[in-house]
T-cell receptor, first 112, second 111 residues
Framework: EPEVTQTPSHQVTQMGQEVILRCVPI?????FYWYRQILGQKVEFLVS????????KSEIFDDQFSVERPDGSNFTLKIRSTKLEDSAMYFC??????????FGEGSRLTVL | EDKVVQSPLSLVVHEGDTVTLNCSYE??????LLWYKQEKKAPTFLFML????IEKKSGRLSSILDKKELFSILNITATQTGDSAVYLC???????????FGKGTRLHILP
């Protein structure tokens, strides 16, 4: 069964460092998303990507964040200068037509 | 601002009980309401509802949408310990390419 894969599963970084989280969405899907979930809190929308550009982003997704689809398969989230409050589980998701999201297993980011 | 409110926030029942989880929403240009189950890590899809009054069913789980009253319920009958999870409700709007999640209902099934 096709699945969304994410790497790394866990990353520990120092405050101020750049982090890149990687995702391989399901191959025929058209919409790609990043969500985050701070421990014990709700799943929060960060950004959606369609047709090789950002289609929607939340207030959380400020200038420190960027997304890229550098080739036909990878979808990356970059955090330029990490802050303590960026510590969270970051979920990548993809969907064919919007609606039903298929989530990856998540990348846990710990900022020290 | 779009809003998804779930209740209760947590629920503890005994195996075999039936539970009803609630989700109310406020969203402009509503497109669909989705239910997900989150166990240890990633949410997994349960149902997508777009039309009022049509029940979606999968085994012991069922869900229905009321677009007039802006809510949905998720029913689980004959609960099992494996049903213990956080159940997330989410809504999607036509004008947006985003899906907004509620805070979830944490369900714990006692053996």
């Amino acid at each position: 069964e096709p699945e969304v894969t994410q790497t790394p599963s866990h990353q520990v970084t120092q405050m101020g460092q750049e982090v890149i989280l990687r995702c391989v969405p399901i191959s025929n899907h058209l919409y790609f998303y990043w969500y985050r979930q701070i421990l014990g809190q709700k799943v929060e929308f960060l950004v959606s990507f369609y047709n090789n550009e950002i289609s929607e982003k939340s207030e959380i997704f400020d200038d420190q964040f960027s997304v890229e689809r550098p080739d036909g398969s990878n979808f990356t989230l970059k955090i330029r200068s990490t802050k303590l409050e960026d510590s969270a589980m970051y979920f990548c998701a993809s969907s064919l037509l919007g609606g039903e999201l298929f989530f990856g297993e998540g990348s846990r980011l710990t900022v020290l | 601002e779009d809003k998804v409110v779930q209740s209760p926030l947590s629920l503890v029942v005994h195996e075999g009980d039936t539970v009803t989880l609630n989700c109310s929403y406020e969203v402009t240009n509503f497109r669909s309401l989705l239910w997900y189950k989150q166990e240890k890590k990633a949410p997994t899809f349960l149902f997508m509802l777009t039309s009022s009054g049509i029940e979606k069913k999968s085994g012991r789980l069922s869900s229905i949408l009321d677009k007039k009253e802006l809510f949905s319920i998720l029913n689980i009958t004959a609960t099992q310990t494996g049903d213990s999870a956080v159940y997330l409700c989410a809504v999607e709007a036509y004008r947006d390419d985003k899906i907004i999640f509620g805070k979830g209902t944490r369900l714990h099934i006692l053996p």
